[in-house]
């Protein structure tokens, strides 16, 4: 089992087809009339596949990233713009409401608990599934304006 495992975390380009393998399958699983589809099925393989300690090339990583925020705006795309001309105004105003309101809650409570700025930020992407803080903080942390603690541990 090792040298399955050994196998797969020294040739990055095998567990990239792996990942995409498994997220394809998982994917095209059917429960009932439900089904994931193959960007969430291959989400969720990175997801399980990050989880047990792999880890890809971080170009690969960047590559991922950028192709499932297009394969989720290319599916969401036409409806998008159906419903921004239909009820745009509403939309706005709720976008505006739910990001204010969580950006204020993130710093509240991290000032609250004293948490760092790094950890507010990822406390605010999660919260509010939110891609671009998400990714505002991962190049703050990768062009070293922010600097995790050694002590910090996921």
Do not use: C
């Not at 990239?16 to 095209?28: M, P």
């Not at 792999?54 to 989720?72: A, C, D, M, R």
């Not at 709720?94 to 991290?110: E, K, N, P, R, W």
């Amino acid at each position: 089992m090792n040298t399955i495992i050994d196998f797969i975390s020294g040739n990055p380009i095998f567990l990239l087809f792996l990942v995409l393998g498994v997220g394809f399958i998982i994917g095209s699983i059917k429960i009932g009339s439900f089904q994931l589809g193959s960007v969430a099925g291959v989400l969720l393989s990175g997801l399980l596949f990050g989880h047990l300690g792999f880890k890809g090339l971080p170009q690969i990583e960047t590559l991922g990233f950028v192709l499932f925020i297009f394969s989720v705006g290319y599916q969401a795309g036409p409806r998008f713009i159906q419903a921004l001309k239909k009820d745009g105004r509403r939309y706005i105003a709720i976008a505006l409401i739910v990001s204010i309101t969580g950006f204020f809650l993130a710093y509240g409570i991290s000032k609250t608990l004293d948490y760092e700025p790094g950890i507010a930020a990822g406390m605010m992407a999660g919260s509010l599934t939110s891609t671009p803080t998400l990714a505002a903080a991962d190049d703050a942390v990768q062009s070293a304006e922010y600097k995790v603690p050694e002590n910090f541990t996921v």
